[in-house]
């Protein structure tokens, strides 16, 4: 199993990788590359959407009460950015995870540390499809 700092480490780089993806999809925004896959804006809403709710799982497991799943409509790749952001200011709840904490049981996973490589799985593959995409 992965240590907290190595978790931290690739969740913040994946948030990386999505975030390079978006600005490289600010031409192609609303194209959807055809059948039934995506455009940037629709991953983009999704993925951000998903890192606040792991955020939240993560807060909840801690001991915080959880919050709303909020649903984003960015019309452009800097309103997602910007959405973006907030996220990597919310995933500063990734700082008081302790390794105690990792086996702790999560949602969407059998444990905290599962749930934080979601976090991390979840980031790269929507990367790569909004990089595909644009």
Do not use: C
Not at 128 to 134: C, D, F, L, V, Y
């Amino acid at each position: 199993m992965a240590s907290v700092g190595e978790l931290k480490r690739e969740i913040e780089a994946a948030q990386g990788e999505l975030r390079l993806a978006i600005e490289g999809a600010r031409g192609s925004w609303e194209q959807a590359p055809g059948g039934e896959e995506w455009s940037p804006r629709q991953v983009a809403e999704h993925a951000v959407g998903t890192a606040l709710s792991i955020v939240s799982m993560v807060d909840e497991v801690l001991g915080q009460p959880a919050q709303e799943r909020p649903e984003f409509s960015f019309a452009s790749a800097e309103e997602a950015l910007s959405a973006l952001s907030e996220a990597e200011d919310a995933s500063a709840v990734y700082g008081r995870v302790q390794a105690a904490d990792l086996e702790k049981p999560a949602p969407w996973a059998d444990n905290l540390a599962g749930l934080m490589g979601i976090a991390v799985s979840h980031a790269r593959e929507h990367a790569e499809q909004i990089a595909g995409a644009a």
